[in-house]
């Protein structure tokens, strides 16, 4: 009888490693940090008309979640929106400003509010916010709602 | 000189610990799988809101928007009144002074008051250049979509789609 080898065995990992490195690629690939502005707790509602925004501008547009208690969220946390609106839109003057590109008090942001409210939120919230937008400067919103594909699917 | 007798080694196979880099790449694995959230898929209805106005130049007569063309030329902002109920639900659509949806929105009243608004806006005589909204404080969101859906689908005597729509609390001050 010959002895047996005392060498250990290793297992080939190449093959495993090729796999996570596709998967790591997959999910890099399809990773969407905008979504977590996203409050997905919001029930939106379903209309089919509704279109991707048209907005190339180079700052992100102004995103406001609404719940059905009118309060607001941004980036998962509440905002207290009497104040955040008017500092988002003196961030935005001073951004531009800063480019070059100063605007007049009276004159419309470039930039696109995002209003993203429960399909139960009561008017009377979405008028004090569109309001308050306009009082400072944003001209252009976008009303959000779900296409009926995506309630197909869920 | 002596000459130096080299000693052939044994070709010996290099192998990278291959172990390290798979700890690595798991980690980035779990990374991305645990902050992995699909993003819903999300459409909007985009507008241009001007600031509201006071229900001054409203001259239409009652037959005027039924596509009598009896309305005035200076006209340009279109009025659409949606009381609700206590359930945050329409219970009528008055476009200027006329009632247009009687009841609950449902698909039928909504294709009705498309083709109101359709004929009004076929209307060359009246120029009308924005649409405003009055609005119940009660009426929820999904309904409001639905009424700024049909006015969003109106195009303008210029062929352009309307975007000039602005929003009044109803019984409110502006």
Known sequence: MSGHSTEGVEPNLTPILDMVFQLITFFMLVINFKGAALDLSLQLPVLG?????????????????????????????????????????????????????????????????????DKTTNFEHIIRIIRLCQAHGYRQIALSAMNRIEEKQR | ?????????????????????????????????????????????????????????????????????????????????????????????????QAVVLGRLTPSSLQQLDRHLRSIFGLQAIPFDRIQIHADKRLHYEELLKIVDICMKQKMPDGKPMRQISFVEMGGTE
């Open chain 2, 1 to 97: 000189m002596s000459r130096r007798r080299h000693k052939k080694k044994p070709a010996e196979e290099v192998q990278l610990n291959l172990a390290a880099m798979l700890d690595m790449a798991f980690q980035l694995l779990a990374f991305f799988i645990l902050t992995f959230r699909p993003t819903p898929i999300e459409g909007h209805f985009q507008m241009h809101l001007p600031l509201a106005v006071p229900m001054t130049n409203v001259e239409m007569s009652p037959d005027s928007s039924t596509g009598g063309g009896g309305g005035s030329a200076f006209v340009e902002t279109l009025d659409i009144m949606v009381p609700g109920d206590d359930n945050g639900q329409a219970t009528s659509v008055t476009v200027g002074r």
């Open chain 1, 49 to 117: 008309s509704a279109r991707p925004l048209e907005y190339a501008g180079s700052m992100e547009p102004l995103l406001l979640n609404i719940n059905v208690q009118g309060q607001v969220k941004s980036y998962g946390k509440s905002v207290e929106v009497d104040t955040f609106v008017p500092h988002e839109a003196r961030l935005v003057r001073m951004h531009l400003k800063a480019l070059g590109t100063p605007l007049g008090d009276a004159d419309e942001l470039p930039i696109p509010v995002i209003i993203r409210a």
